[in-house]
């Protein structure tokens, strides 16, 4: 059952003075909903507005200072029983403690050779710095992705775009250990030296917007005029410029990369 929630007594009170209200004493009530209360307030508001000619001028003088409200040095008390704040911050410092660097890399690979463009695989790695460091990485995510074209009205709706794709994104990569630049592997299995690594967080702690889970899927198409990839946001048809790049034969190379100011959460207390 739908709740209707009552108008205010004001809203009524004006409701019925501008429909009900025909001369001054005299009142008409129309069927609008007004409730008793209101009436009755509102005949008192008209009996004392036009019980005569009397100015309000000529009313009798209002009483003196209640000494009960005075305060201790004879001034009225006003309530407050401490003094003003003066306190002057200054200019606001507004250069955070930290920044994060968020970058995006990633590339297609288009098929068949020259086109028209029917199916895609490529990758993508987000890769999120404090301060920018590559030695303090916060976040570390690496993607596959495969997709086919699309030709229906959900491609149409993407006006620049000369060529849609549906996007499945699987995630090979969810933080863990990093592999410092220029760090060789120790063996044939991929591993690395525990001295040539640095613990990362994964999609759950990245600060990047709208991250893709494992077997999401996206819709995405490519507009070569505008150099821009653009992402249909989860089937709104609105379609968002997404990543910057750039097509090379059959390759489609694509990134961003921005900074925010961040805060370094508080290292969790071991128990």
């Known amino acids: 059952m739908r709740r209707v ?31 008793a209360v209101a009436r009755t ?43 003003a704040d003066t306190f002057d911050a200054g200019e606001l410092d507004q250069v ?10 990633g590339s297609w690979s288009l098929s068949p050779l020259g086109g028209p463009y029917r199916a895609v695989v490529g990758d993508l790695q987000v890769d999120e710095y404090i301060d920018g460091l590559d030695d303090m990485p916060w976040c570390w995510v690496i993607y596959s992705m495969t997709g086919e074209v699309v030709e229906d009205g959900r491609a149409s709706s993407c006006e620049t775009c000369d060529v849609v794709f549906e996007i499945q994104f699987y995630v090979n990569q969810d933080g863990g250990f990093k ?7 120790i063996d044939t ?26 077997g999401d899927r996206w819709l995405m198409g490519w507009s070569a005029d505008e150099e821009t990839i653009y992402m249909e946001y989860f089937g709104s ?13 059959d390759t489609l190379n694509f990134s961003w990369v921005d900074e925010f100011g961040f805060v370094v959460p508080p290292e969790e207390e071991e128990d």
Request: charged share 15%; net charge negative; glycine share 12%.
């Open 179 to 185: 592999p410092e630049d220029g760090a060789e592997p």
């Open 189 to 214: 299995g991929g591993n690395f030296d525990e001295d040539d690594v640095i613990e990362t967080n994964g999609i759950g702690d990245c600060m990047s917007p709208e991250l893709p889970s494992d």
């Open 237 to 249: 048809g609105i379609w968002l410029p997404w990543y910057s790049g750039e097509l090379e034969f």
């Open 96 to 105: 955070p403690n930290n920044t994060l660097v968020i970058q995006h890399t």
């Open 5 to 35: 929630r009552p108008a205010s007594a004001c809203a009524y009170l004006q409701h019925a003075f501008f429909f009900s209200l025909t001369m001054c004493g005299t009142m008409v009530f129309t069927p609008s909903p007004v409730p």
């Open 41 to 83: 307030v509102l005949v008192c508001l008209l009996t004392i507005g036009c019980s005569g000619a009397k100015d309000s001028a000529s009313g009798g003088a209002l009483p003196g200072l209640d000494s009960s409200v005075l305060a201790g040095d004879g001034s009225p008390d006003t309530g407050f029983s401490f003094a």
